[in-house]
Structures are given as structure tokens and as C-alpha cells.
């Protein structure tokens, strides 16, 4: 049997995997057992491990988290799931107010070993309220660890890392690579590293920075400078938005002396600001350019027709290289 996956077939397995290594630890939201889940991220596992381990609830986001606060404090590891990112604004009192709080609010007599998932971003012409890129909520909160995965395997290592760790993680999964390609992820795989970049291509030019969804059009940009300019870019993934490794960014652009950052999200206030901020910080004096930022627009999230003219492609991208490379 191949070892291919996609994002969903991964994320199925690292809950799975982690179930069975730890009787702790249990999954609900709407329609995750005989559903399987929207996205069907949980098909299956409540045949293998029981309504009591794989719970549906109602609908009500706020609910899902508050008991989810409980069921941490008492000892379980819960994996509760929104159904799209746009819902989990009902259950923001409950994440802002118990769930990033609760470490400090104890004094650290308390942790809360607790993931929230959600499918976030767009790209595949979903309705309103199910596409939006809204991660500066949760990593602009103190107290939350943002993680986004950006292909199957690294989808796979960074949930169980999610599920271990102490302190809670808000873990946004991109819908646009649920199933848009295979990478191998085989059994057994061990957690990754939470808090680290990863340089997913090498190069001296510039620096490429991006995450989730937007690394595949960021690393097709790359491609395309290097067979048309002779531009060797380097790109950095970020799996975990917040804490930021703004160690690894600022090494990078020491190195490169260019930078463009790369998101779906919006321009204004966004996480693009917040990297070009902390390059600003660690790698100023090296700069050759301003930092460039290819993000989505200052508008909502637009239905099919203009879906993908709101979204960052490969040409825009390759384009703010190029402005940046000549500056």
C-alpha cells in the first residue's frame, strides 16, 4: 500500500496515531463521528474508538470550546473542531477569555492541553463566512500557539506536535491543500517541532516567506525566477504563525539582502505586516530593498467569479520579486 496522502488522509492518520498512543485524548465537533466530518478529516474513527473518544455535538461553536475547556482542565486532551474558521468567531469569548488565559490566570497551576482545528483560506468556491484567512486573530492573542500546515506531511507531524503539547493551539488547516496533491507520509512519523521555520529551497538572492496554501504558489514563483532571471530564491515556510522564528527570517535575509513576504490574508494589519516588521528588526542594516508583501486585498473574501483574482498567484508573486530584485 502506498504511503501517499493527501492533507486530509494525514491529518486522519495523526489523530488516529495519536488516539491510540494516548486514551486521553478525544475529538468532537458537529458531525465528526458518523460523518466523519465536513471534510471528512475524522472518517472512521468512531468505528475504531467509540462515541465516548469521537463525540458529535450541537451546533454551537461556543459550546464546543467551553467543554473543551473543561475536559483539558480535567485531565483529557480534546481535539475539537470548527467546521470552517468563519464560525469560530462565536466561540472568540470562550477563546480569548478561558482558553489563552488559563496558564496565566492560574499562575501556571493550570495548563490546557487543548487543539482547536479549522479549515480556513480560500479557494474552493465556498460561500460567505467559509473562506476568509483571519489567523492574525488568534496570533495576535497571547496565550495561543497559531500553527498552519501547508502539505499532507507536515500536516501530519505538526497535529501530533499540536496534541502534546501543553498549551493550547489553535491549528488552521487549508482547505485549498486538503486534497490538491499527495506527499509521502508513512506511519510512525514523529512529531515536529513547533515554533521553527522551515527553509523549503535554498538560495542567495532573495527571500521568499509564506505559509499554509500560499507555499505552493510562493515555491512555483521561485521556479519560475529561477528558469527566466537566474534568481535563486530561498523560501521559508512558517508552520507556526505565532510564536514566529523570526530567528530564521532574519538569518535568511541576512544572507539574501531581499525579502517578499507571501499571504492570503489581507494587506492591512495582517501577518505580512508583522514579518516585515521583525526583519526590520533582525535584519535592517542588510536590507537592499524594502520588504514587498503579496497578500489578499482589504475586502472580503469575493464568491467564484473573483475568488482568484483576490488570492496571490504565482505571477503576482514572481512580478513583487522582480520589483524588489531591481530596486
Known sequence: MSDERTMVEALNLALREEMDRDDNVMVLGEDVGADGGIFRVTKGLIDDFGESRVMDTPLAEAGIVGVSVGMALAGLNPVAEMQFS???????????????????RSRGRFTLPLVIRMPFGGGVRALEHHSESREAYFAHTPGLRTVIPSGPRNACTLLKAAIRSPDPVIFLEPKAAYRAFREEVPEGLDPAQLDKAD?????????????????????????????????????????????LDAETIGASVRRTGRAVVVTEAPLSFGPAGEIA???????????????????GWDVPMPFFAREQSYLPDARRITNAARVTLAY
Open 86 to 104: 468563519g464560525f469560530s468567531y462565536f466561540a472568540f469569548h470562550q477563546i480569548e477569555g478561558h482558553v489563552a488565559r488559563m496558564r496565566w
Open 199 to 243: 527553509i523549503r529551497r535554498k538560495g542567495a538572492d532573495i527571500t521568499m516567506i509564506s505559509y499554509g496554501a500560499m507555499l505552493r504558489r510562493t515555491l512555483e514563483a521561485a521556479e519560475t525566477l529561477a528558469e527566466e532571471d537566474g534568481v535563486e530564491a530561498e523560501v521559508i515556510d512558517l508552520p507556526t504563525l505565532a510564536p
Open 277 to 295: 516588521a521583525r526583519i526590520a528588526e533582525e535584519a535592517f542594516v542588510y536590507l537592499e530593498a524594502p520588504v514587498n508583501r503579496v497578500t
